[in-house]
């Protein structure tokens, strides 16, 4: 099974409301993302989780809350947005290599959540 | 942080013909994928290519690492094809993946 899921496909939330994006993969992976794409634009890494602990935050604003339950979850919890917040979340798992545990291999994505703030 | 170039950034072929979309990085890489997303935001892996050269039915790929560049070679293409087509790089120097700006493709019937 190569596949990572995310729910929901589509969402819009106002900027007061509190929703959260779930992804969830079977690889038996060790290392989960959080990828944002605006339009016309590559993903931007947001987040890290390397064994159920989150190793890198690339200085995403505290409305962004993600949480990594187990190996096989990881969800991303919104809070006040703004309506630039607006774009295709993506989600992605890999294996974890090397005795450091630093080397990441090939990376698999989920659909996306295309998530509309109002 | 590694620098990402992809070229060209826009492409329209007529169905049949052959392409090369180029990568070209700025630092040593141990971990380099072609993705190909499609209209509906999918990301496909198409390669995982850190060096060497490797193919997969009318795609095949090849990445010179020592001269920090990788290329995308479709051939016949078909109009399923369009879309856009990243590359992505990595390394152990606490890198992660880092996204080209992408080759957007339109293959004409």
């Known amino acids: 099974d190569t596949e990572v899921t995310q729910t929901p496909k589509h969402l819009v939330m106002g900027m007061t409301n509190k929703k959260s994006l779930k992804c969830e993969q079977h690889?038996?992976?060790?290392?989960m993302y959080w990828y944002k794409q605006k339009a016309k634009k590559p993903p931007e890494l947001m987040f890290v989780?390397?064994?159920?602990?989150?190793?890198i935050n690339e200085s995403v604003p505290s409305r962004f809350s993600p949480e990594c339950p187990n190996s096989s979850l990881l969800n991303l919890h919104l809070h006040a947005l703004q309506p630039e917040d607006s774009a295709l979340y993506l989600c992605?798992?890999?294996?974890?290599?090397?005795?450091?545990?630093?080397?990441?291999?090939?990376?698999?994505f989920g659909p996306g959540t295309r998530l509309t703030v109002l | 942080g590694i620098q990402v170039e992809q070229s060209p950034p826009d492409l329209i072929l007529q169905e049949g013909a052959n392409s090369t979309l180029r990568c070209n990085f700025s630092?040593?890489?141990?971990?380099l994928q072609w993705f190909h997303q499609n209209p509906w935001g999918q990301l496909i892996n198409l390669f995982y290519?850190?060096?060497g050269t490797k193919q997969n039915g009318r795609l095949s790929a090849t990445t010179v690492a020592t001269e920090r560049y990788s290329l995308l070679y479709i051939s016949s293409s078909q109009t399923t094809d369009s879309g856009v087509y990243f590359c992505?790089?990595?390394?152990?120097?606490?890198?992660?993946?880092?996204f080209g700006g992408g080759t957007r493709l339109m293959v004409k019937p």
């Open positions: 992605a798992s890999s294996q974890v290599a090397g005795a450091s545990g630093l080397a990441y291999n090939e990376q698999f």
């Open positions: 690889m038996g992976h060790r290392a």
């Open positions: 989780y390397s064994y159920e602990k989150l190793s």
């Open positions: 630092d040593s890489v141990n971990n």
């Open positions: 290519i850190p060096s």
């Open positions: 992505a790089v990595g390394n152990n120097a606490g890198n992660m993946l880092t």
